[in-house]
């Protein structure tokens, strides 16, 4: 597949943590282009079938007050492994064939970015560019509840806010344990200026 000829950055982490700011700064002080995976599973969806990709099509239709209180979190996080799996599909070809990223670096952040994935694709043989993986981490819950009240996410109801939140914290130290496990960067949440100047600092 050729050398490992150009930059990318992938922030990851849980929803609501700040992945989409703080790629947002990065790409502006680094000249780099920046895609969302949620564009990116928006546009696999429009185009492919629930039988081709099941896991990006699994939670078409899905309303969180029916799925949430039935789903116990380790399957929850099965459907999100599953989707994100499925995501990185679409996601490959275009690290291999986006030319604009080949000449000034990219930023892919989102829900997708998963330690364990992108360990996969930072083996030589498996992808042409030098990946420098962040994962974006909240200290505790009530960070996680704080930003859920800022910014909500799925639930309407205080019941199924709690059952999000559970969701969220698993999901969050999943990410953690994985990433430090697998030697990439982890990151805690931190508020804007002092994130990016930290994120920066890092990818010298």
């Known amino acids: 597949m050729g050398q490992r000829n150009f930059v990318l950055i992938c922030v990851g982490g849980i929803p609501v ?12 002080r680094l000249n780099f282009d920046t895609v969302s995976t949620d564009a990116i599973r928006r546009i696999i969806r429009s185009v492919t079938s629930a039988k081709k990709f099941p896991g990006v099509h699994f939670f078409v239709g899905e309303r969180a007050e029916l799925y949430l209180p039935k789903t116990p979190v380790p399957t929850v996080l099965k459907h999100y492994f599953a989707e994100a799996r ?4 679409g996601i490959q070809p ?3 064939d986006f030319e604009p990223a080949k000449q000034y670096g990219l930023i892919i ?3 997708a970015i998963l330690p364990e994935i992108v360990h996969r694709l930072c083996q030589p043989k498996k992808c042409p560019v030098h990946i420098k993986p962040i994962f974006l981490i909240a200290p505790d819950k009530e960070t996680i509840s704080r930003n859920l009240k800022k910014r909500g996410l799925w639930a309407e109801t205080p019941e199924l806010q709690k059952i999000e939140l559970e969701y969220l914290w698993a999901l969050n130290e999943k990410i953690r344990v994985t990433a430090e496990r ?3 960067r982890t990151v805690p949440c931190a508020p804007y200026q002092t994130l990016v100047r930290r994120v920066m600092k890092l990818l010298r």
Do not use: Q, S
């Not at 499925?86 to 599909?89: G, H, L, P, R, Y």
């Open 94 to 96: 275009l690290i291999r």
């Open 182 to 184: 697998l030697g990439f």
């Open 17 to 28: 943590i700040g992945k989409t700011l703080l790629a947002r700064a990065l790409a502006v």
């Open 109 to 111: 952040e989102g829900v």
């Open 86 to 89: 499925d995501v990185w599909k």
